[in-house]
Nanobody, 115 residues
Framework: QVQLEESGGALVQPGGSLRLSCAAS????????MGWYRQAPGKQRELVAL???????NYADSAKGRFTISRDNAKNTVFLQMNSLKPEDTAVYYC?????????WGQGTQVTVSS
């Protein structure tokens, strides 16, 4: 089973930036679209950003203009660059294949935006 490992989360002040990484144990990124999700305390997991096999991207309204998803197929890694962070961005961030092809969820990486 392919394993996903997220990293890069941290405590950051409002207005700050972070770059999250998602590494897969196998070469799956050429086959699947990939998404970044987040789950805040007491809330459902939500899709934040999506990148297709061809590199097309889509973002949740809350992420548009601030977040950028990218991928490096050769390194089996997907990235999420997050700028102008807000307290409401505080959540555990996960990556996964969207939809019915979703893999087992990784541990996620905690992002906390607070002064």
């Amino acid at each position: 089973q392919v394993q996903l490992e997220e990293s890069g989360g941290a405590l950051v002040q409002p207005g700050g930036s972070l770059r999250l990484s998602c590494a897969a144990s196998e070469s799956i990124f050429r086959v699947y679209a990939m998404g970044w999700y987040r789950q805040a305390p007491g809330k459902q997991r939500e899709l934040v950003a999506l990148i297709s096999r061809g590199g097309s991207t889509n973002y949740a309204d809350s992420a548009k203009g601030r977040f950028t998803i990218s991928r490096d197929n050769a390194k089996n890694t997907v990235f999420l660059q997050m700028n102008s962070l807000k307290p409401e961005d505080t959540a555990v961030y996960y990556c996964n294949v969207p939809g019915s092809s979703a893999l087992d969820w990784g541990q996620g990486t905690q992002v906390t935006v607070s002064s």
